[in-house]
Every structure is written in C-alpha cells, then in structure tokens.
C-alpha cells in the first residue's frame, strides 16, 4: 500500500503563503485522485482541494483564488499553495489518495497556525 506523507506546516502570520507537500511511497498514479482535506480544532474535516489523475482541479468555494493544488508526477508528490491565509485557516491538512477500487489512504496530517 502507498503511504502519503504531509509536509510544509507551521506558524505564518496572516496575510503569509505556505506551501504544503503530500509525498508519495510510490507513483500517485495508483491514485485516481488525489485531494487536500483540513480539520480545524473542534470541527469536522472538510474537503479543500481534489485533483485527479488526469491533472483536473476542484476546489471548496470558500477557498478559490487563494488555494492551489497541483502535482508533480515524477516526484510522486501532490502540493497545496496556499495563499493569503488567514487565522481562520487554522487547522491540520490533511492529504488522501482514493485508487481504482475507491479505496483511501491518508496521510498522518500537517498542522499549520495562522496567527493575527
């Protein structure tokens, strides 16, 4: 099985960019998709960004315009830059890979801390 682990998390003053990096074991082509997903303290984890396979991008309404996601096949690693952030950005970020059979797996999460 593919592991996935998160990287780039930290402390950024609001206003700040962060870039954060989802590292593959083994090629993210075992994944159909691929997708960022944060859960702020004492809310449920919601979805940030997917991006598939084929390079297709989506993204949460709320986030558009200052998040991107994309991915770097020959390093086998999935990247959110994340831009103007701000306190309520809060949270871990967490990165899944869904394959062919719709199974996930998940990264264990990097936590970022946007402060005021």
């Known amino acids: 099985q593919v592991q996935l682990v998160e990287s780039g998390g930290g402390l950024v003053q609001a206003g700040g960019s962060l870039r954060l990096s989802c590292a593959a074991s083994?090629?993210?082509?075992?994944?159909?998709?691929m997708a960022w997903y944060r859960q702020a303290p004492g809310k449920q984890r919601e979805l940030v960004a997917t991006?598939?396979?084929?390079?297709?991008?989506n993204y949460a309404d709320s986030l558009k315009g200052r998040f991107t996601i994309s991915r770097d096949n020959a390093k086998n690693t999935v990247y959110l830059q994340m831009n103007s952030l701000k306190p309520e950005d809060t949270a871990v970020y967490y990165c899944?890979?869904?394959?062919?059979?719709?199974?996930?797996?998940w990264g264990q999460g990097t936590p970022v801390t946007v402060s005021s």
């Open positions: 899944k890979g869904v394959n062919r059979l719709g199974i996930s797996s």
């Open positions: 083994g090629s993210i082509f075992s994944f159909n998709a």
């Open positions: 991006i598939t396979s084929g390079g297709s991008t």
